[in-house]
């Protein structure tokens, strides 16, 4: 059956309609689980707020579990789901590179975009600089183009990666979530006795 | 600790071992049996010598031929344009990755039609749709193409059409063997198929 | 625990769990209509690519990254992650008055600093952000998120890296947060 | 803790909901009716290793003695099983083969150690259905050699002893790099290789696939 649009179930004109509708609910949770906020999401750095590795970890749970058990039943072909590929050494960086931006900057694009939504003028310098980030990154590929695309692995999955079936891997990671939800609790329970003031 | 997180937490880890107690799944890639076995009563799955030729005489870019026959036989003679994948290498996954250009017809091919349908079974099993088999194989290339019988006199129009466009190919093939044999190796460059055409980086 | 502490003043958020879910649902329901995940960078890249394209064409053509995302057919604008991202904006739009968090334009940041150094940490923090997401195919949405959800080992690298990197750094920053 | 931290009602009714359509998949979750018992390197081996292939000796006596312990499947149409058949064969079309009944039957065959042997009018023609058979387990199935034009041309050299019929499959009948070599100059009968062969063939005209 799936994906649908893929499989031509839907037609692609549907397309755009479909992503704005997604995103209507995606910026929804992020605003609701208060992600709007970068006291909020930065708190997961600093011990006094985890929300954003609880509503993370929750998400990448259920949808992992969910795409095995439909592709186990034959609802949705994994194989034709997008795997993004994996350059190891580019991807590093480039995620070292966003973990210094995130602390910094306590957005990240989707969330800076939900709190421009209500009125954060944080959130708008924030995605200003994302602009000139990219425009950078742009106007100077010609110096890293190598390194970009430089340790290219592929579509490769998971468990490919590890030796085990993908199945095990998904058991763990729940099971690691599940320990980190746990210690977060408490962690937090913990810090937030030492601070009084949490008022966003 | 609220009741309901532990209530939480036990689910989501229930679902996740759940995962690993399903039984083996039988791989859905591959061809149901049933649905094998209409598909092997197709007559359309075989492919005639006359058609393999115009194919190749136009260059067809869709036509893949695939030599099913040991390497030893392939290296001594093989259909222009052909790659050599022997039954023996059906197992692998190696042989899997090259049958995999979904966009193009493949025509298998052996000595008689035995092997290369033993190849389109197994093809067909891993799920391939797009797979062929040359009726009468070499035996009836070489019959028909390359020596080919003039028809009696009492035959129809179509069948003298028929011969003169054999007598031609036969000229084509035969002719100009040396050219085409040398060619044979660096076949066609197909770009493979993507996992999904989605744009990179897009975040 | 047990306190129910229900001043106005308090921001109200849904359980982080239960948003959790919803989004794990929801990209779940992304994955088996479009067959991606979910994205948001993308966007902004769109919106360079346009806008250079605009201002300076020839620019933007002799651009070897940038060329890439030009197509004569169509603006770089006419794309998923574009209509996703704007989608994103009005969800936190109506979640926003829905809890009444709509409000007047303001900076949010520790007491400690003064809103010139937020507004500068924001910019810098975006920049840094936006070359990282580059690299790394991805941000936090395409990449950690959906990335990992589709079992992607790449999505799992800039996961790990991208808050190991947090934590590890988190320290000589606190000043900005508490 | 924060206020909505309180209350993960809404949360658990939501992942009951996940859960329940999952429960729904699993019992919903049709188990195909037929399985592949064997994996691709058997099913590699059972095509190149010609196993459960009659040839003409094994077929020659099961005529002499008909019904022992062998059942004979004619898999062609009904017209063409019509018009003559090997005796005692019965007419069974490839697809029917997978029914239910036909699939008990030989199973139940199976069990008194009674063979199956297939054929259509080649031996390519009841190779798939053979193999079909044998993948899915049923490891009784044979399939004949040359099929029914086989056996009708070993019917017909019957007490003529000069004549030598064999059969192999998937033979090369000529050599093809020669044939190659020689620049299309080929004349008839310029290659003694060949000479039996053309002879063969006009002798059978209906035959649209060569060989045996």
């Not at chain 1, 350059?87 to 694009?109: D, E, K, R, T, W």
């Not at chain 2, 067809?60 to 099913?68: A, N, R, T």
């Not at chain 3, 998120?145 to 890296?161: I, N, Q």
Request: proline letters at 4%; one cysteine or more.
């Amino acid at each position: 059956m799936g994906p649908l649009i893929p499989q031509g179930i839907i037609p692609m004109g549907w397309d755009f309609v479909i992503a704005l509708l997604i995103g209507i609910a995606f910026g929804f949770i992020l605003e609701a689980s208060g992600f709007s906020s970068s006291r909020n999401i930065t708190g997961v750095f600093y011990g006094y707020n985890f929300v954003v590795l609880r509503v993370f970890f929750t998400a990448v749970v259920v949808a992992m579990i969910g795409l095995q058990y439909f592709d186990y039943f034959g609802w949705l072909d994994l194989n034709q789901i997008y795997v993004l590929p994996t350059f190891l050494s580019p991807m590093i960086v480039g995620a070292v590179i966003m973990g210094v931006g995130f602390i910094i900057g306590g957005f990240c694009p989707g969330t800076s975009y939900t709190a421009i939504a209500i009125g954060k003028i944080d959130a708008m310098v924030f995605t200003g600089g994302l602009f000139l980030g990219i425009f950078l990154f742009s106007e100077f590929f010609p110096f890293f183009e190598q390194f970009y695309y430089s340790d290219n692995m592929g579509n490769i999955t998971i468990g490919e990666f590890l030796g085990i079936s993908n199945l095990m891997f998904t058991m763990i990671f729940t099971a690691i979530a599940v320990i980190a939800f746990y210690v977060t609790w408490l962690i937090e329970k913990r810090v937030r006795k030492n601070h009084e003031e949490y008022k966003f | 600790m609220n009741k309901n997180y532990i209530i939480l937490m036990s689910m989501l880890l229930v679902l996740a071992a759940g995962l690993l107690l399903l039984p083996e799944k039988n791989n859905t890639k591959q061809m149901n049996p049933e649905e094998l076995m209409w598909d092997i009563v197709q007559p359309t799955r075989y492919v005639t010598t006359d058609d393999v030729a115009k194919s190749i005489i136009e260059q067809d870019p869709l036509l893949m031929l695939v030599d099913v026959r040991p390497e030893s036989d392939f290296q001594d003679f093989a259909l222009s344009g052909a790659i050599n994948l022997p039954l023996e290498g059906f197992a692998s996954d190696d042989t899997r990755a090259e049958l995999d250009y979904p966009k193009k017809n493949i025509v298998f091919y052996s000595n008689d039609d035995l092997r290369a349908d033993q190849a389109w079974v197994l093809a067909k099993r891993l799920g391939f749709n797009n797979v062929y088999v040359l009726r009468g194989g070499l035996n009836q290339w070489i019959k028909t193409i390359i020596q080919p019988v003039e028809p009696a006199q009492t035959a129809s129009a179509e069948e003298f059409s028929q011969y003169t466009f054999r007598k031609g190919a036969s000229l084509f093939f035969t002719g100009t063997k040396l050219s085409t044999t040398a060619t044979t190796k660096e076949s066609v460059v197909v770009t493979r198929k993507k996992k999904s055409s989605a744009v990179a980086g897009g975040c | 625990m047990n306190q129910i502490i229900n001043s106005s003043d308090r921001p109200r958020y849904i359980n982080p769990y239960f948003g959790g879910v919803l989004l794990g649902l929801l990209l779940l329901l992304t994955f088996y209509i479009t067959g991606r995940g979910l994205g948001a960078s993308g966007a902004i890249k769109s919106a360079v690519v346009t806008t250079v394209d605009k201002v300076a064409p020839q620019h933007a053509e002799s651009n070897t990254y940038m060329k890439s995302f030009i197509s004569d057919d169509h603006s770089p604008m006419y794309n998923w992650l574009v209509f996703e991202s704007f989608g994103v904006f009005i969800g936190g739009l109506l979640s926003g008055a829905l809890f009444g968090r709509i409000k007047k334009l303001r900076i949010e940041k520790s007491p400690k600093i003064s809103n010139k150094t937020r507004l500068i940490a924001a910019g810098i923090g975006g920049v840094l952000f936006g070359i990282g997401s580059q690299f790394g195919r991805g941000c936090s949405s395409g990449a950690a998120l959906a990335g990992t959800a589709s079992l992607s080992f790449g999505g799992l690298v800039v996961m790990l890296f991208m808050f190991g990197t947090g934590y590890a750094v988190a320290y000589f920053f606190r000043k900005l947060w508490i | 803790m924060h206020v909505h931290e309180l209350n993960p009602k809404k949360t658990l009714v939501t992942l009951t909901l996940f859960v329940i359509i999952i429960i729904i998949g699993l019992l919903t979750l049709s188990q195909p009716r037929l399985v592949y018992k064997m994996d691709m390197k058997q099913s590699v081996d059972l095509a190149l290793n010609n196993q459960g292939f009659v040839d003409q000796t094994e077929l020659s006596d099961l005529l002499k003695n008909p019904g022992q312990n062998t059942v004979l499947i004619d898999i062609r149409d009904t017209y063409q099983y019509g018009r003559g058949h090997i005796p005692g064969a019965e007419n069974i079309s490839a697809v029917e083969l997978l029914s239910e009944d036909n699939l008990k039957r030989i199973a139940d065959l199976d069990a008194q150690g009674i063979k199956v042997l297939l054929y259509g009018n080649t031996l390519t023609e009841a190779n798939g259905p053979f193999m079909v058979l044998r993948q899915i387990g049923y490891n009784n199935t044979k399939v004949l050699i040359g099929g029914y034009q086989f056996y009708q041309r070993l019917e017909s050299s019957k007490g003529d002893s000069s004549k030598q019929i064999s059969c192999v499959p998937d033979q090369a009948e000529y050599n093809y790099a020669e044939i190659a070599k020689s620049n299309g100059t080929v004349t008839e009968g310029d290659s003694p290789a060949k000479k039996p062969v053309v002879i063969e063939r006009k002798k059978k005209t209906n035959a649209v696939a060569g060989g045996c």
